[in-house]
């Protein structure tokens, strides 16, 4: 599913300007051409190359992402593009987390799309699998703690986590959300949208 994820990110990219490129994202001040290196960068570090360069910076998670992602960006849009796909199929991974490396090409995918207008949204398969992950743990983010006391309910997969008062909407809109993309909490409805949007 990753690689699938991958390769439809890709279609979606190829057509971009390069003011499109220089849009900002969903994610943090990330434009969408720092967004795609630093998927490359996820799909090119394994779990010895992640740890030594964790240990370099002190364990300075922000400073990590910063340097990975000067390395794997191209000097043009193009060539970062180009760096993408050569990563398409790759198994490389800091960790053994396989539905979190996958959350990674499905977040960062939809932190792109939409400040781009872009229809495209992941396989329910696909959206499913990390909002599974997401509502079970908190691991890159703090997306259990994010639900907890909350019922959380998709309206267009078996999806479903939590007691409490209800969320409803998309897979990908409650995924986005448990992975902290505010920008998505107007896609949902139910009584505990409330509480949401106050954490």
């Known amino acids: 599913m990753a690689h699938t994820e991958r390769a439809a990110l890709a279609d979606d990219l190829a057509g971009l300007d390069g003011s499109e490129w220089a849009r900002q994202s969903l994610c943090g001040r990330w434009t969408v051409e720092e967004v795609v290196a ?30 990975q992602l000067a390395r794997h960006r191209g000097a043009t849009p193009a060539e970062t593009l180009e760096r993408f796909k050569a990563i398409r199929t790759s198994t490389t991974a800091p960790t053994g987390h396989t539905a979190a490396w996958l959350g990674e090409v499905v977040v960062h995918a939809q932190d792109i799309r939409r400040p781009l207008g872009m229809p495209r949204q992941p396989s329910i398969e ?59 909490l107007d896609d949902l409805t139910g009584p505990g949208v409330t509480t949401l949007r106050g954490r």
């Open 126 to 184: 696909a959206a499913t699998e990390v909002a599974r992950f997401y509502a079970g743990r908190n691991f890159t983010v703090p997306s259990r703690t994010m639900i907890e006391g909350l019922r959380l309910e998709a309206t267009d997969g078996p999806f479903a986590a939590g007691s409490g008062p209800m969320v409803s909407g998309t897979t990908i809109a409650l995924t986005m959300v448990m992975a902290g993309r505010t920008a998505y």
């Open 38 to 67: 630093h998927l490359t960068a996820a799909a090119s570090t394994g779990r010895l190359a992640w740890l030594a360069s964790v240990v370099r910076v002190r364990f300075d998670f922000d400073k990590h992402n910063e340097r």
